[in-house]
């Protein structure tokens, strides 16, 4: 019985593809772009992520949370802007080389004489000041001013036009303040959404910023998982837990080691599709915890110790979220810690 040498999988991140997405992206917003690092850079590593952008020139980074920051601060040293969207309390230790997103009127209180981003809501009533609250703006001093797209994946929607001029009213009332609008996808809606500063995650990391569309951006993750066990099993063999995938035929079951532990979301449970040497490879039954089987009947080359892969060309993370009943972010940030990250550099 062979064994192989290493049962984990294996994520590849692309560096060289995050810095040329990041290129591309100002490009076509024909302004810079910032890069948003939240979540871990999206499950692929805020830190080595950032690291690339910023010797690329990446100058504006943007997290989540406080502790976000301060990670990232102390990775990139001093001189890019590290800003924090939820904002954080003032007197929070530390925080002196982080930038605060201000959320209200009460936070622009508070952070009064420090430097702030202020973000306005212009549509999403999720965070922001909002437009009835915006009198009380003059002589409000941001580094920068900010707002953020509901549908900017659907080009065709009416509300991105109504935010796009919410927003120049908003800017309006704070001349010479620089402007920040577009995330990923909002930088493909064309001039009227280009702003002195776009803040792009996902696109990064190869996610398709343009949804029914050719994906513009290079792709950046790859996921290959070792086969640990192949067996033969007759036609009407059931397969796993609940017995949910029954043979129609003498088959082939490869099981890999990867579940839903890792991120391969139970979701996919007879629905994903991976890859060996090019060809597709059927998931059979559920996703358990720590392995998943596919269906290898047809691929008579493949042996015990080759790895499947599980994300890369014919299954993207964009194509396993369709297939899981969600987006690529979440298959992104869902990615698991029990994987052997390589980073290919930039
Ligand atoms: C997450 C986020 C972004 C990045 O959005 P993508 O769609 O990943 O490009 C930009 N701005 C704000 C306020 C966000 O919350």
Not at 209 to 218: C, S, Y
Not at 230 to 256: C, F, K, L
Not at 265 to 292: E, K
Request: glycine share 12%.
């Amino acid at each position: 019985m062979a064994t192989v040498a290493a049962t984990e999988a294996v994520l590849t991140i692309d560096l060289a593809a995050v810095v040329a997405n990041w290129r591309r992206l100002g490009a076509v917003h024909g302004a810079p772009c910032a890069a948003v690092l939240k979540a871990d850079g999206y499950g692929l590593g805020a830190a080595p992520v950032g690291r690339a952008l910023a010797a690329a020139g990446c100058w504006h980074f943007f997290v989540a949370h406080l502790a976000e920051g301060l990670a990232l601060r102390a990775v990139l040293g001093p001189g890019p802007l590290v800003a924090v969207l939820n904002g954080f309390a003032t007197g929070a230790d530390g925080t002196a080389g982080l930038t605060p997103v201000l959320n209200s009127l009460a936070d622009i209180a508070a952070h009064q004489g420090r430097p702030g981003i202020l973000q306005v809501d212009t549509g999403m009533a999720r965070l922001g000041v909002p437009p009835q609250e915006w009198g009380r703006l003059a002589g409000v001093q941001p580094a920068l001013l900010m707002t953020h797209l509901a549908v900017p994946d659907q080009p065709d929607h009416p509300l991105n036009a109504a935010q796009a001029g919410r927003f120049a009213a908003a800017r309006a009332l704070l001349p010479g303040v620089p402007a920040s609008l577009a995330a990923s996808a909002g930088i493909f809606l064309g001039p009227d959404f280009a702003s002195d500063l776009a803040r792009p995650g996902a696109a990064l990391y190869g996610l398709n910023p343009t949804p029914g569309q050719p994906n513009p951006m290079l792709p950046v993750v790859r996921l290959e998982a070792p086969v640990l066990q192949m067996r033969e099993i007759a036609a009407g063999t059931s397969v796993g837990y609940g017995a949910s995938w029954v043979a129609e035929r003498p088959s082939r079951v490869a099981t890999v080691a990867a579940g839903y532990a890792d991120g391969y979301l139970r979701a996919l449970s007879g629905r994903a599709i991976a890859s060996f040497q090019g060809q597709p490879v059927p998931l059979i039954g559920r996703v358990s915890m720590d392995l998943t089987t596919f269906d290898v009947t047809d691929l008579p080359a493949l042996r015990p110790g080759d790895a499947l892969t599980l994300i890369g060309p014919g299954c993207t993370p964009d194509e396993l979220a369709e297939r899981a009943g969600t987006i690529g972010y979440e298959i992104l940030t869902s990615l698991g810690a029990r994987y052997r990250r390589q980073y290919q550099p930039a």
